[in-house]
């Protein structure tokens, strides 16, 4: 089935492209929740409005990225956590404790889905963390794990 890609799905396809995806994928998933139409003639004579619409989106959305990654760059952030008696943590500090960590120390909130790829701290120590906010841009976060008191 031919599509006609509204807005960008991340793995997939980007606004205003046209691609073929399965019937499924695009009954279930992508016609719901309004991220891309049944590729038709009348459609297609809206490309142009909608590859540009999806180039400023990506336009605003890496500005915003770009600001974020100069906040984060280089900040230190110290999270502490309960140590067994071996020195390891009970659990592990997550990347969604680093994320709720840096929003705290930015007053703003950070989207816990950059941190998904961070792996989890299991011991006390300092860890160099990256962030990959887009394809393109990635901060650098220092992670200082303490033994809570």
Same mark, same amino acid.
Request: aromatic residues 4%; glycine residues 6%.
């Given at each position: 089935? $031919? $599509?006609?890609?509204?807005?960008?799905?991340?793995?997939?396809?980007?606004?205003?492209?046209?691609?073929?995806?399965?019937? &499924? !994928?695009?009954?279930? !998933?992508?016609?719901?929740?309004?991220? #891309?139409?049944?590729? *038709?003639?009348?459609? %297609?004579?809206?490309? #142009?409005?909608?590859?540009? +619409?999806?180039?400023? /989106?990506? #336009?605003?959305?890496? /500005?915003? $990225?770009? @600001?974020? #990654?100069? +906040? %984060?760059?280089? $900040?230190?952030?110290?999270?502490?956590?309960?140590? *067994?008696?071996?020195?390891? !943590?009970? &659990?592990?500090?997550?990347?969604?404790?680093? +994320?709720?960590? %840096? &929003?705290?120390?930015?007053?703003?909130?950070?989207?816990?889905?950059?941190?998904?790829?961070?792996? =989890?701290?299991?011991? =006390?120590?300092?860890? @160099?963390?990256?962030? =990959? %906010?887009?394809?393109?841009?990635? +901060? *650098?976060?220092?992670?200082?794990?303490?033994?809570?008191?």
């Amino acid at each position: 089935m $031919m $599509m006609l890609f509204l807005s960008d799905v991340p793995d997939q396809a980007r606004a205003g492209e046209v691609k073929r995806v399965s019937r &499924g !994928y695009a009954r279930n !998933y992508l016609l719901p929740k309004g991220l #891309a139409e049944i590729a *038709t003639d009348e459609t %297609l004579k809206r490309l #142009a409005k909608v590859k540009e +619409a999806g180039d400023s /989106q990506r #336009a605003r959305e890496t /500005q915003v $990225m770009e @600001e974020l #990654a100069e +906040a %984060l760059d280089n $900040m230190t952030v110290t999270i502490p956590g309960r140590v *067994t008696p071996t020195g390891r !943590y009970y &659990g592990a500090i997550s990347g969604i404790r680093i +994320a709720d960590a %840096l &929003g705290e120390l930015l007053e703003r909130t950070i989207d816990r889905r950059i941190t998904n790829s961070v792996e =989890p701290i299991r011991e =006390p120590g300092e860890y @160099e963390v990256v962030l =990959p %906010l887009s394809s393109e841009i990635s +901060a *650098t976060v220092n992670v200082v794990a303490t033994i809570e008191e």
